[in-house]
């Protein structure tokens, strides 16, 4: 197929999927809800398998046509050409994340557009990725909603310099925080998080800051306690010198995959689980998206003790992650998305070390 079959078919698709967006901001708490979710989810899927069908056979075209958007993972370079002939994005830029949610950085204006944490999770945005957004309308405050899109994911999540921890909301001498046991410091959060998100005491959020910079701290995300993976604790009553003086036998044990790197492919809206049970042991921790496996994967695949494959959510994906682990001569394990002590286990078993 011609490219220029590819693009006209592609946007045919991304025309459609449109529309859909447009009626599902009129149908949202209706039965047609489900319904337009599930075309959307086709399309999508129809136009990955087209652009990974375009990339493919582009090299065999000899047609002056301008290429796709590029970025280098290791440089600052994006070409902008062909999103820019797409005419749909109002606003087009780079991804910078912030302790709640993030901004896109129009490249053109410098303008930056607020991208809500609920799009960040579900689209699993990263920081350094480029996206596109396009107006949708306006909430009931009379502010305005963007419809986001990532075009390019650029494996930058871990330069960011957000840091993030889960722990239960506490009230300490009239302020709202949260312990964190990593840093052994409890964390303050603005009253307004708390009004805002209607939170109250014991329930169990994500707080996100800037590296070094406690008081940046936000109410990232307030999880549902009926989430299984996640398990409320009891506030911290240990005192802090009994952590300190921890037995050095005890501490050693809780390294056991220093200096091993771990990838995980998937658990979208679960990585920093995953992240924080992997890094409490010592490893380094790696991530790609189970949604949409990038150009990135093979080099980090390459560089993995371990590739742990989060089986639910991952669809048409998970054969073509398996199949680089194995081209790559990479052990692989699997995990369900809300399984991050599981898949500890599973990888402590494959590497021969006794589970703690």
């Known amino acids: 197929m011609k490219q220029s079959a590819y693009r006209t078919v592609i946007e045919d698709l991304r025309s459609a999927r449109v529309r859909i967006y447009q009626e599902l901001g009129r149908s949202v708490g209706r039965p047609a809800e489900r319904e337009l979710v599930s075309k959307v989810s086709d399309l999508l899927l129809a136009e990955e398998i087209l652009l990974e069908q375009f990339s493919g056979d582009q090299t065999e075209e000899t047609e002056d046509e301008p ?57 699993a945005v990263e920081h350094g ?26 494996g930058r999540g871990e330069s960011s310099g957000r840091l993030s921890f ?41 707080i996100g800051y800037k590296s070094g910079d406690p008081s940046s701290a936000k109410v990232a995300w307030k999880y549902d306690p009926g989430d299984t993976f996640l398990q409320l604790r009891s506030l911290r009553k240990e005192p802090k010198k009994e952590r300190r ?58 560089r993995a003790h371990v590739v742990v494959i989060v089986t639910e959510a991952m669809k048409h994906k998970m054969p073509d992650v398996e199949a680089v682990c194995e081209r790559n001569g990479k052990p692989y394990v699997y995990a369900p998305s809300r399984g991050a002590s599981g898949a500890l286990r599973e990888v402590l078993k494959l590497l021969g070390i006794e589970a703690e």
């Open 67 to 123: 290429p796709r958007p590029t970025a280098d993972p290791d440089g600052e370079n994006v070409d902008y050409a062909v999103w820019e002939m797409d005419g749909r994005w109002e606003r087009l830029g780079e991804f910078r994340r912030l302790p709640r949610g993030g901004v896109l950085v129009d490249y053109r204006t410098g303008k930056e557009t607020f991208v809500p944490e609920g799009v960040v999770r579900n689209e």
């Open 129 to 154: 990725d480029i996206l596109g957004a396009f107006r949708k309308g306006a909430n009931d405050r009379g502010s305005e909603m963007f419809y986001f899109e990532v075009l390019i994911r650029r």
């Open 166 to 206: 889960v722990a239960p909301l506490e009230r300490r001498g009239g302020e709202w925080g949260a312990y964190s046991d990593e840093d052994e410091t409890f964390v303050t959060v603005p009253e307004a998080d708390i009004a805002h998100l209607d939170l109250k005491e014991g329930d169990l959020a994500e």
């Open 245 to 302: 003086d921890k037995d050095g036998a005890e501490q050693a044990e809780s390294q056991v995959l220093a200096e091993k790197t771990i990838l995980v492919v998937g658990a979208d809206a679960y990585k920093e689980t995953f992240k924080r049970v992997f890094e409490r042991r010592g490893a380094k921790f790696t991530w790609e998206s189970g949604f949409m496996v990038g150009k990135f994967l093979e080099s980090k695949v390459r």
